[in-house]
């Protein structure tokens, strides 16, 4: 499964981009947003675009947790 290793939104905000300028400049849409915000994955579109923001690689703020599946 993956997850994020650090809290997108409070970064991005550090960075200055709030979620009230995301949505208003249309940067990443409101239902992306929430999602971020609930802890799952948001679109690869939305990741791209984090990763522009943040001048980061995906590897900065995705990991991979191994979950036992029930057979």
Avoid: H, W
């Avoid at 923001?53 to 991979?64: A, F, H, K, M, S």
């Amino acid at each position: 499964m993956l997850k994020y290793k650090i809290d997108i939104l409070e970064v991005l905000k550090e960075k200055g981009f709030t979620t009230y300028k995301l949505r208003k400049d249309k940067i990443i849409g409101e239902a992306q947003i929430q999602k971020i915000r609930a802890g799952e994955l948001a679109s690869k579109e939305t990741l791209n675009t984090i990763c522009k923001l943040l001048n980061c690689q995906p590897g900065d703020i995705l990991e991979y947790i191994e979950t036992e599946t029930q057979e």
